[in-house]
Structure formats: C-alpha cells, structure tokens
C-alpha cells in the first residue's frame, strides 16, 4: 500500500486537489432555489439511505404494534370465550330454577286440589342394589312419613316407601320387578295387577283373556292394595294382545314420564272416583243449510257445480221412464224408448216425448196403452 502510495503520490495529491476545489466551488455556487450545490449533493446521496432506515424502522413499528395487538386481541379472546361460558351456566342455571318453579308452583297446585293429604319431598339420590329401582328422598319420620306410604306426583303414582329414616326414606319405583298395586281400567272397569318389569314399561297382569280391553285405555289406581288412594291415574295400555294363559298388557307410567325430582308422599289417603271415559261418536251439532234464493228453479240434479255427465243421464232416463209410464226393474214392459226427444223445460209428470214432424201423447200411467198417432193429411 506504501509502495503505490509514493508511486502515485503526484497523482493522488493531484486528485485530491480538485475534489477539494470541486467542494469549495459546489459551496460557494448556488442553485436557481437559492441552494448551495454541496447541499444538494449530499440531500441527494443521503435520501435513498434515509427511505431504507425509516421503511425499516416503519416495517419493525408496525410488527411489534400488531404482535402486541394480537396479544391484547387473545387475552380479549379469552375474557369474552370465560364471560360466554359464564353466562351460559348462568343461563342455564336459570333454566333450571324455572323449571323447578314450575314443578313446584305444579306441586302446590295438585296440593290445594288433591283432596288426600301429601308432603311435598326431592329425590336426593339412588341407591346402590343391583337392579332395584329404588330412590332416597328427604322425608323421613321426622315429617310424619312412614313405611308402606305411596308416592305419586301430579301426572301418576311413582312408587311406594319401603323404608324411612328420621330424615329421608327409600322409594321402591313402580318399574322394580318386586313392586304391586291394584289396578283397574277406565273405560271398561277391568281390574289386574300391575307389576315392574324392571325397565321403562308395566304390565297389568291376572287379565283373563275374555275381558274387553283396549289398546290406549288408561288405568287408574283400585284402592284394593290399601297403599294406593282409588282413581289415582297409572298409565296408558301402549300394548294389548291374548296371551297364554292372561291378557299380555304393558302400560307408559305417566308418573315417570317426565322425569323425577320432585314427589308428594300421601300420608292421608282418600278415595275418589275414577273419571269417566270419553264417549266415543259424539254427536255434532251442524247449523241448519243456507235459504235458497228467490226465483231460482235450477234443479240440482242436473246443474250446478256437482252435476256431472253421468247424473245427466240418469235424469234423463228417469224423465223418459215417467213420460212413458214405464217402471224401471219391473219385467214384462220392456224397455222405454231412449230416443225419444223430451220437451224442454217441462215436468217430469207433464213432458211430452216429441219426433221430428210428429207429436205423440203419451199416457203417463203405467201399463197404459198409449194411442195411436194422427193421421197425417197430405
């Protein structure tokens, strides 16, 4: 580097000298807008450089503007999905109690009207036994319940108490195989049995096979089993069909049709009657047919909007059978003549049967000759 240094030092001195004088001279010249020219020169090496910083200084800005947005955005994401949820168990929640002020206010209700005295208690769990359909409820003997009471609700019976504690009791459901209760049918009076069968359905059973019994008749409680109060309501027949040696009949529980969480146990029982069966085919009462209008002779049978061909026909037919005396279905006179051309607008009784050029009385009595035709005159 030294060595080309002194063997270019005029050179390099001689370069440097009019660089010097060119930024003396770009000084001291000016532009037309009053500019010094070094100022120029330099405004115009720096710009491209100055755009390059500041778009990557904007560029780096924005990045980090819109990651923290997306941050605030997520966190944003998050409080509104917990806030949604959150309303969504209130909500729901709300339902509930609804629902249960519902079936409460329904409970009260059955209550004031039911005319046997009950004690209102939840369902607070199941028991543990295999295959029994037993549920634990919160009455016990400290509100007056006691073994072998029934429990209903207001749409059927639910089942009976099988055991009572201070504070809860156990309810045998009418769908356990080991439950029993009398029974008898509403339309027909057909008393049985009814029994669990360990699932959703009952059956009634000790039903002969000759006994009248429908399918969708309801059932209703007998009082013959001193558990039940008579005319309590059981369920509907879903199916009814001769069996071996009783009727097969399986009934829909209507107590536990809608589900079970509030009960009514009946500590003082009173029998009523069981509600009549609607009457099938009850009369209808129709109001009396429109007055026809004044001065309309249009018989039905041959106009109007349900005549048809056919009914022209027959009216025709029985037009012709009365001009000519003939009776339809009676044998030995013939049959009439089809051809004939009928008067129009003229009674049944008084039309006149009319050919071309020739007019013909006939005698409208049956059996009657008619006369014979006029003589033509040439």
Same mark, same amino acid.
């Given at each position: 580097?030294?060595?080309?240094?002194?063997?270019?030092?005029?050179?390099?001195?001689?370069?440097?000298?009019?660089?010097?004088?060119?930024?003396?001279?770009?000084?001291?010249?000016?532009?037309?807008?009053?500019?010094?020219?070094?100022?120029?020169?330099?405004?115009?090496?720096?710009?491209?450089?100055?755009?390059?910083?500041?778009?990557?200084?904007?560029?780096?800005?924005?990045?980090?503007?819109?990651?923290?947005?997306?941050?605030?955005?997520?966190?944003?994401?998050?409080?509104?999905?917990?806030?949604?949820?959150?309303?969504?168990?209130?909500?729901?929640?709300?339902?509930?109690?609804?629902?249960?002020?519902?079936? @409460?206010?329904?409970? !009260?209700?059955?209550?004031?009207?039911?005319?046997?005295? &009950?004690? /209102? +208690?939840? %369902? #607070?769990?199941?028991?543990?036994?295999?295959?029994?359909?037993?549920?634990?409820?919160?009455?016990?003997?400290?509100?007056?319940?006691?073994?072998?009471?029934?429990?209903?609700?207001?749409?059927?019976?639910?089942?009976?108490?099988?055991? @009572?504690?201070?504070? !809860?009791?156990?309810?045998?459901?009418?769908?356990?195989? &080991?439950? /029993? +209760?009398? %029974? #008898?049918?509403?339309?027909?009076?057909?008393?049985?049995?009814?029994?669990?069968?360990?699932?959703?359905?009952?059956?009634?059973?000790?039903?002969?096979?000759?006994?009248?019994?429908?399918?969708?008749?309801?059932?209703?409680?007998?009082?013959?089993?001193?558990?039940?109060?008579?005319?309590?309501?059981?369920?509907?027949? &879903?199916?009814?069909?001769?069996?071996?040696?009783?009727?097969?009949?399986?009934?829909?529980?209507?107590?536990?049709?809608?589900?079970?969480?509030?009960?009514?146990?009946?500590?003082?029982?009173?029998?009523?009657?069981?509600?009549?069966?609607?009457?099938?085919?009850?009369?209808?009462?129709?109001?009396?047919?429109?007055?026809?209008?004044?001065?309309?002779?249009?018989?039905?049978?041959?106009?109007?909007?349900?005549?048809?061909?056919?009914?022209?026909?027959?009216?025709?037919?029985?037009?012709?059978?009365?001009?000519?005396?003939?009776?339809?279905?009676?044998?030995?006179?013939?049959?009439?003549?089809?051809?004939?051309?009928?008067?129009?607008?003229?009674?049944?009784?008084?039309?006149?049967?009319?050919?071309?050029?020739?007019?013909?009385?006939?005698?409208?009595?049956?059996?009657?000759?008619?006369?014979?035709?006029?003589?033509?005159?040439?």
């Amino acid at each position: 580097m030294d060595l080309l240094f002194h063997r270019y030092r005029n050179l390099t001195v001689l370069i440097a000298v009019i660089f010097a004088q060119l930024m003396l001279l770009a000084y001291q010249v000016k532009s037309n807008g009053e500019v010094r020219l070094i100022r120029v020169w330099a405004v115009t090496a720096v710009t491209p450089l100055a755009r390059a910083i500041e778009a990557g200084r904007s560029s780096t800005a924005h990045f980090f503007s819109d990651y923290f947005v997306l941050l605030d955005v997520r966190e944003d994401n998050k409080r509104m999905k917990a806030d949604l949820d959150r309303i969504k168990m209130e909500n729901q929640y709300l339902r509930t109690e609804l629902s249960t002020a519902d079936r @409460a206010r329904s409970l !009260a209700i059955f209550q004031q009207q039911s005319p046997s005295k &009950t004690v /209102a +208690a939840h %369902v #607070i769990g199941n028991t543990t036994g295999v295959g029994a359909k037993v549920v634990i409820v919160d009455r016990g003997t400290a509100s007056g319940i006691e073994k072998g009471m029934a429990v209903i609700t207001p749409d059927g019976i639910v089942g009976k108490v099988t055991s @009572a504690f201070p504070t !809860a009791s156990y309810v045998l459901l009418v769908t356990d195989q &080991t439950f /029993a +209760a009398g %029974v #008898i049918s509403q339309k027909n009076r057909v008393r049985g049995t009814l029994k669990g069968q360990g699932n959703s359905t009952v059956m009634v059973d000790y039903v002969q096979n000759e006994e009248k019994l429908e399918p969708g008749e309801w059932f209703y409680t007998s009082g013959d089993d001193r558990i039940f109060p008579k005319g309590l309501p059981v369920g509907q027949a &879903t199916v009814v069909r001769p069996g071996k040696a009783h009727k097969e009949i399986y009934l829909a529980p209507s107590g536990l049709q809608n589900g079970l969480e509030e009960v009514l146990i009946v500590v003082d029982g009173v029998h009523t009657q069981i509600p009549d069966a609607p009457i099938a085919n009850q009369p209808v009462r129709m109001q009396s047919p429109p007055p026809e209008e004044s001065g309309s002779d249009i018989n039905p049978a041959q106009s109007g909007p349900q005549a048809t061909e056919a009914d022209k026909l027959v009216e025709r037919y029985r037009k012709i059978g009365a001009v000519e005396g003939h009776v339809y279905g009676e044998s030995g006179h013939g049959a009439p003549d089809y051809n004939v051309t009928l008067a129009p607008d003229t009674a049944p009784d008084e039309s006149v049967a009319t050919e071309p050029n020739a007019a013909r009385p006939v005698n409208p009595k049956p059996g009657a000759a008619a006369p014979p035709p006029a003589s033509k005159k040439p």
